[in-house]
């Protein structure tokens, strides 16, 4: 792919000064070195511990060169606060470190933290540098200026090849899911979702296929939700259903992504400022992608399909207009009253579709309220269901994929907000209280006929403000879903 720098990452069971650029060596500030940082250490005549000395807390970072190479020193602080987010700063800061000295390979040699196995820590590890290493050059003409890494060796004595192929097929399914989020609405348009999911699925004919449908088709499922939101655009909408097939005949688990290439908020239009944060709006589209992407991969013995509504939210003559009454594909009929309330329009047509087969459930992901943002800021993604078997799944799997969510509520209470004089429902509630609660309220009636979460990514898709990214969550987090799904079987 254009403009990703491919990493190579691997595994020694023998670390040495010579075998890369750079040995980073990770160290406690309470503990003995380790076994391999002694004899490391008498081989250079107690070069390390003098090192070790000059840093004292948690992140300390310390450089040596030599005619062997670079070490560099990273202070890890007490053993016994040494945990998943600690790690997640330090490889963070190892990674800025190597990239600005143009180290070309290093070696990373890490303490293990308490109480995880090697290979999730591998896993996490690999995801992160991963993560930091990522960059969009391709519309840079001037001063494009690439990091130099392309090499990483782990050294973690317990872990093995499971955790650095699950770090892998992760990190490649965020990248994926980044890079496709980044993209400007001008190059990602719904069509061109629509060409990158059946190239992803060309990419890995044996298990996947995929078929991307139109405004045609949507007229004749009666997917007038759907259009309704799409008529505004130049852009014709997009209804992309791609299957992966790893487990035969079992029933499949749905991940329907909001796919808004742009969203202006139509004739309810948004304000100037951060518009351009719009181009994001098909995060969750880009996220099940990523999440197939990884699933193949790893070629899990589970049967996922990822349903993409995708359209741009656009203001034309030809806009839908606040009160405008239409038909969902359900039969239901809702007046929309904000034209910004669009996420949950093209869902509801993509969660009837889901229907069709009878799925063992369906999650979907979508950037659909700026009130979960308020409410959990940028840590944890929200989400909303009333399957607490599907509840416990998750945040099981939140847990162990350290991509965090909060659960909120979604009583039958909070359904009254929806109440039309006129139609089965409006789309948005009138005034701005709960309004995360009811977008998932929405949905729920759309989701009668199976087991049905509802996640809310719309604060941790991106990073905010003048350094914006998109970030490539929640794959890590649905991978995991799928991994204890093909589990279970
Ligand atoms: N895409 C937005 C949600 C959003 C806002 C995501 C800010 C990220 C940052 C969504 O389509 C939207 O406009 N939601 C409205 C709903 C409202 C009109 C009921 C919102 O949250 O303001
Ligand atoms: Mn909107
Ligand atoms: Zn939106």
């Known amino acids: 792919m254009l403009g990703i720098i491919k990493m190579n990452y691997g595994l020694t069971q023998k670390p040495t000064l010579s075998a890369s650029e750079c040995l980073v060596l990770g160290v406690f500030s309470d503990v003995e070195l380790s076994a391999f940082a002694q004899s490391l250490d008498k081989e250079h005549q107690g070069l390390i511990s003098r090192l070790i000395k000059k840093t004292s807390e948690a992140g300390d970072m310390l450089w040596h060169h030599d005619l062997h190479g670079a070490i560099l ?13 600690q790690l997640k700063k330090r490889i963070a800061e190892v990674t800025g470190a190597l990239i600005k000295h143009r180290i070309r390979s290093a070696t990373i040699c890490f303490p293990q933290i308490a109480q995880y196995s090697a290979d999730w820590q591998l896993e996490q590890m690999i995801i992160q540098m991963d993560n930091q290493c990522y960059q969009l050059l391709e519309f840079k003409k001037k001063k494009a200026k690439a990091h130099q890494l392309e090499s990483v060796t782990f050294y973690l004595p317990n872990a093995n090849t499971e955790g650095l192929k699950l770090g892998e097929a992760i990190a490649t399914g965020v990248e994926f899911t980044r890079h496709l989020a980044n993209m400007p609405a001008n190059i990602c348009t719904p069509a061109y979702l629509g060409e990158q999911a059946m190239q992803l699925a060309k990419e890995f004919a044996q298990s996947m296929n995929c078929k991307v449908m139109g405004p045609e088709e949507m007229r004749q499922m009666g997917m ?70 990884a699933c193949a991969l790893l070629k899990l013995p589970v049967n996922v399909i990822g349903l993409i509504a995708s359209a741009e939210n656009m203001v034309s003559g030809t806009s839908v207009k606040s009160g405008d009454i239409v038909t969902s594909m359900s039969g239901q009929t809702v007046e929309i009253i904000n034209t910004d309330a669009e996420g949950r329009l093209v869902l509801a047509d993509a969660l009837t579709y889901a229907e069709r087969y009878q799925p063992e459930f369906v999650i979907d992901v979508a950037t659909l309220t700026g009130g979960i943002i308020v409410a959990l800021g940028t840590v944890a993604s929200g989400y909303m269901t009333q399957d607490e078997e599907l509840a416990k799944l998750i945040e099981e799997a939140a847990m162990e994929s350290n ?26 509630g009138f005034d701005r209280t709960a309004s995360s609660v ?46 204890h799904a093909s589990n279970s079987r």
Not at 73 to 85: A, L, T
Not at 235 to 257: N, S, T, W
């Open 73 to 85: 020193i990273v202070q890890c602080g007490e053993q016994g606060k040494f945990n998943p987010s």
């Open 224 to 293: 007038e939700t759907l259009l309704a939101v799409a008529q505004g655009s130049a852009q014709p909408p997009r209804l992309i259903d791609i299957h992966y097939k790893g487990a035969g005949d079992a029933p499949p688990i749905i991940l329907v992504g909001k796919g808004i290439t742009f969203d202006s908020g139509g004739l309810s239009i948004k304000p100037a400022n951060a518009m351009d944060e719009m181009k994001y709006d098909m995060s969750g589209a880009a996220s099940v992608l990523g999440t197939l992407k």
């Open 403 to 428: 991509d965090r969510v909060w659960r909120m509520p979604l009583d039958d209470e909070y359904q009254d907000a929806l109440e039309s004089p006129l139609a089965d429902m409006i789309n948005a």
């Open 438 to 483: 009811t977008a998932a309220c929405f949905l729920s009636r759309f989701t009668e006929k199976y087991r049905w979460a509802h996640l809310d990514i719309a604060g941790t898709a991106w990073v905010f403000g003048k350094n914006r990214n998109a970030t490539g969550r929640p794959v890590p987090l649905l991978t995991q879903i799928l991994r």
